[in-house]
């Protein structure tokens, strides 16, 4: 699993972890049923606290993305239900917040910016 | 031209501008002037008092001297208390303006300047050599001029009998060449603060540049108290009187040995040529080039340095000593400084040092004595205090080892006492050891044996003042801890080889208690950082 | 995940501490409590006192008014078991230059009663420091890097460092972060250090102290503070007015349509109010540690105008 964090941007490193390994999750690099590394491999490697990490995991555990399991670790919970969907929509809400502000600010009309959008969207159904 | 006098200016402010150095020049000024000016007076209050108390407009002038008359503290003439703060004035002086010629000279900065080494190199001649030594000259000499012309005759012309018994040799007195003799005189003892200067200059450079090998410092400070302790004024005097008829006692290498005989070429002529060497190689390491010393024996020196320097190593020690009494503990904490076989190492080279001196002397053998004991007095001090004071930045450090803080106060305190208790012991059996071999006669004659008490009992006023000096934070601790500590050693043991009661000893010994006491005080309640 | 701190079991502890020194006041009515088991960094510009704020902790120097405890115990009068828990590295080493670095360890180990020797055999040779160099010849960095080691040799519970990487190059940081990480992953060892360099700060700590005016102006944790402070970029469509103000601003900046906001709290109703009272879009943006630094010690600004 290919984790990597920017200590010095303004999002703090949890959140970081935490929308790396959904996106992750929701993209299928993760299967479902596949162990996270465990916390001290992943503090040691990233170089940061281990609570940081832990509090990442436990928030993945509060929102369903992954459980724990007793003796083995954090276990992936199958993508597609209810509440991953919702995950993925949040996680993409963001950049879509983004790009509405820009669009105010260059005055591009809602359609255009959907007439722009859409055959990129179109390309992703394509692959 | 104008450029290189600004850069010169500035390079001596540097200088004037050290706290510790403003302080050591002080001492040597303003402690002499008094002194004369005092003796000029104690003169009259002497003859007065032989004239009788018929001249009572002069009483009160005597009650204020009466009781330092009583004291006996400066003697006409032959003062050891000018001659005890002048020699640590200078000590201190010279040793600081050494170390700060060396830090300029040596600083990557100053060696980027253009044109650094000249003013860098002249403004601490100057100061050695005009300050330091023509200083104490004519300090000297003008005052006891002033204390002679200008005191005397005012008294003369009050009480007209004066003139007849003091100058009852003729009308000499009054005379430009009974000036000049004087003011001869206490050039003379100028002269002497001049070698004396320079000698530890010389191995204040020497010491500073063998940085590696710090122990050839402390082993350096036994000889250059030994030859600092010799530089009396008597026999300064002879060198003075020298002065416009032989050339040879100018050579810098032989003011420290201002005492040889003419007879002596060859070990004035060793000592020039492994000066000139030494010049050499600290020139070249100046330079920037680090080039070996080549001088024959060059191998089994550095195998016999490499020898010493192992047995230098401290210690291993074995387990913890969280449990352990305070003895242990206070041994524990010694290990950084000198270490229990370092001080028996130095001793031992002073002990070889003292052992071989009538082959370099040929003073009589009392003298040679006593300035054996001076060393002894002087050396152990001046090497604790180099030492311990050195470590006073880091006693903030070390005080959050596992220890309360009184535990800790204490613990230190009781480290530098038994370094410098062994020290202390270890250059006392080089002074008998070398009594023993040269003069065994001295062993039974009670002076040695009241000067050896009169030092021990310096030895806890010693303790008292370094304990001070550990404890206070301002950076004129170190120049004036050691000033009074020369003052004291020496003083105290002078005295005892002159007859003085083992009662002053006591005092200093109680004085010393009193301040190691208070520094204990202070210590435990003192910010550390 | 930290209980929260009560006297006895509190590593750290400074109570309406006061500290003048040479007639200037250091520190001022000061209060900071440590949790057991968190890191935490004591952030501060150049001469606001962290030093001295130090040095009262653990004893070393003496406050006019307040109380410091460690462990519970006053620091003033610490008994030994307590200082052998304790373990300090100050911000200028003076290691005893003649002396070579096995000896040191040596001397350092006898003090202790327990020393894991293993350890230091460990962090010596990953830091690549000899046991014969003479400590009079490592440089500055290196130096340091030892006086670490000798902090860390009897496992102590409460680390306390003073500016403890600013002589290391990156490669000696990063081995240093992970050093203190390893403390920190023992929830009963607390670790607190002082540093500028916020970048290290934002990887290792989670909890954040705040030297301003010699009181500590921010006591939590480091991701809270992250989370809450944020600043808003405002492009509107016509000038905006110069008192232009939103609930926990702490510093603003006005120029014409545009706006830099610095905002504590802010919550989703204030900025959509702003853009529907100015017509305005606004756009968030996260700042790293360094920026919140730079923004909690600037000085208001009223108006571009007026400077």
Redesign the interface.
């Known amino acids: 699993m290919y984790l990597s964090v920017a ?9 970081q972890l935490v929308e790396q390994i959904r996106a992750q999750a929701a993209g299928g690099r993760l299967e479902a049923g596949e162990f996270l590394p465990s916390v ?1 491999q992943v ?2 490697r990233l ?6 990490v832990s ?1 990442a995991y436990s928030i993945l555990e509060r929102v369903q993305v992954v459980e724990l399991v007793r003796g083995q670790g954090m276990r992936l919970l199958p993508p597609g239900s209810a509440a991953n969907g919702k995950a993925r929509q949040q996680a993409i809400q963001p950049l879509l917040q ?1 790009v509405a ?1 820009k669009a ?2 260059l005055s591009l009309s809602p359609e255009q910016v959907l007439t722009l959008l859409r055959p990129m969207l179109k390309e992703n159904e394509h692959e | 031209m104008r450029k290189r006098d600004d850069r010169l200016r500035q390079v001596m402010l540097t200088y004037l501008r050290r706290p510790g150095l403003r302080w050591s020049v002080a001492v040597i000024l303003v402690i002499p002037i008094f002194c004369i000016l005092s003796v000029a007076s104690f003169d009259i209050a002497k003859t007065i008092r032989a004239l009788g108390w018929e001249y009572r407009s002069l009483r009160p002038f005597l009650f204020l001297v009466d009781p330092l008359l009583r004291l006996q503290f400066v003697w006409p003439r032959n003062s050891t208390i000018l001659f005890s703060a002048s020699l640590g004035g200078s000590v201190v002086a010279a040793v600081l303006v050494v170390w700060q010629a060396r830090q300029q000279m040596f600083d990557a900065n100053a060696r980027l300047t253009p044109q650094f080494v000249g003013p860098g190199l002249l403004a601490p001649a100057l100061f050695m050599v005009f300050l330091l030594a023509t200083a104490g000259i004519w300090i000297g000499a003008g005052a006891w001029m002033l204390a002679d012309a200008g005191l005397r005759p005012a008294w003369c012309l009050r009480v007209p009998d004066l003139n007849v018994l003091w100058y009852g040799y003729g009308p000499r007195a009054t005379t430009i060449q009974y000036q000049l003799e004087a003011a001869h005189g206490y050039a003379a003892q100028g002269m002497s603060l001049a070698s004396t200067s320079l000698t530890v200059a010389l191995m204040v450079g020497a010491w500073s540049t063998v940085r590696r090998r710090w122990w050839i410092g402390l082993i350096l400070v036994p000889v250059s108290a030994f030859i600092c302790a010799n530089s009396e004024f008597v026999v300064g005097f002879r060198l003075a009187a020298w002065i416009p008829y032989d050339w040879r006692h100018w050579s810098p290498f032989f003011i420290g040995f201002d005492y040889l005989d003419t007879d002596q070429l060859p070990w004035i002529i060793a000592i020039d040529v492994v000066g000139l060497i030494g010049l050499g190689w600290l020139w070249a390491r100046m330079a920037g080039r680090d080039e070996p010393l080549k001088i024959p024996f060059a191998r089994p020196a550095a195998i016999a340095m490499a020898w010493i320097d192992s047995t230098f190593q401290v210690r291993k020690s074995r387990g913890s000593i969280m449990q352990s009494g305070v003895w242990n503990r206070a041994r524990h904490r010694r290990r950084i400084g000198i270490d229990q076989r370092a001080v028996w190492i130095i001793g031992g080279l002073t002990t070889i040092f003292m052992a071989t001196l009538p082959f370099w002397l040929r003073t009589d053998h009392n003298s040679e004595l006593f300035s054996r004991l001076s060393t002894a007095a002087i050396a152990p001090a001046l090497v604790i205090c180099l030492v311990w004071l050195g470590r006073r930045s880091s006693l903030a450090y070390e005080s959050l080892r596992p220890a309360t803080r009184v535990a800790f106060v204490r613990e230190t305190g009781l480290a530098v006492l038994a370094d410098l208790a062994e020290l202390t012991l270890a250059t006392v059996l080089a002074v008998l050891i070398g009594t023993v071999i040269w003069t065994p006669t001295m062993l039974s004659r009670v002076q040695l044996w009241t000067s050896l008490g009169a030092l021990g009992l310096t030895q806890v006023l010693v303790f008292g003042i370094l304990a001070e000096a550990i404890r206070s934070r301002s950076t004129a601790a170190l120049p004036l801890a050691t000033i009074f500590l020369i003052c004291a050693s020496e003083l105290l043991v002078v005295r005892a080889w002159n007859g003085a009661p083992m009662s002053e000893g006591l005092i200093a010994a109680i004085i010393g208690v009193i301040l190691a006491a208070h520094a204990y005080w202070r210590w435990c309640e003192a910010d550390l950082a | 995940m930290n209980e929260s701190p009560t006297t006895e079991n509190s590593p750290l502890r400074l109570a309406r501490l006061d500290k003048s020194y040479r007639k200037k006041k250091v520190l001022d009515k000061l209060d900071l409590n440590i949790a057991i088991g968190s890191v935490v960094g004591l952030l501060g510009k150049n001469g606001a006192g962290k030093t001295t704020l130090i040095k009262c902790a653990l004893g070393l120097m003496r406050p006019d008014s307040g109380e410091a405890t460690i462990f519970g115990k006053s620091a003033w009068t610490l008994d030994a078991e307590t200082k052998a828990r304790l373990g300090y590295v100050p911000q200028s080493v003076s290691l005893y230059s003649w002396m070579r670095i096995g000896q040191l360890v040596d001397y350092t180990a006898a003090f202790y009663p327990k020393w894991n020797a293993a350890l230091v055999g460990d962090l010596l040779r990953d830091w690549e420091l000899k046991a014969d160099d003479k400590a009079g010849n490592l440089s500055v960095g290196t130096q340091q890097k030892l006086a670490i080691i000798l902090a860390m040799g009897h496992e102590p519970d409460l680390l306390v460092l003073d500016e403890p990487a600013a002589s290391l190059d990156p490669i000696a940081r990063r081995q240093f972060l992970k050093a203190v990480l390893a403390v920190a992953s023992d929830q009963t060892r607390t670790v607190v250090f002082s540093t500028h360099i916020t970048s290290d700060l934002e990887r290792v700590a989670d909890r954040l102290a705040l030297l301003r005016d010699g009181r500590i102006v921010y006591d939590g944790e480091l991701d809270e503070l992250k989370d809450s402070v944020k600043r808003w970029h405002v492009t509107a469509a016509g000038a905006l007015p110069a008192d232009l103000d939103v609930p926990g601003a702490v510093h603003r900046r006005i120029e014409g349509a545009e706006a830099l906001l610095t905002v504590r709290g802010g919550t989703q109703e204030s900025r959509e109010e702003i853009e529907r009272r100015y017509s305005a879009s606004v756009r968030v943006e996260d700042l790293s540690l360094e920026d919140l630094f730079l923004e909690l010690h600037e000085e208001e600004v009223q108006h571009a105008e007026t400077r």
């Not at chain 1, 200590?7 to 959140?15: E, F, K, M, Q």
């Open positions: 200590p010095t941007s303004g999002v703090p490193i949890y959140r001290r503090a040691e170089a940061v606290n281990p609570m940081t509090k983004e502000a105010r600010q």
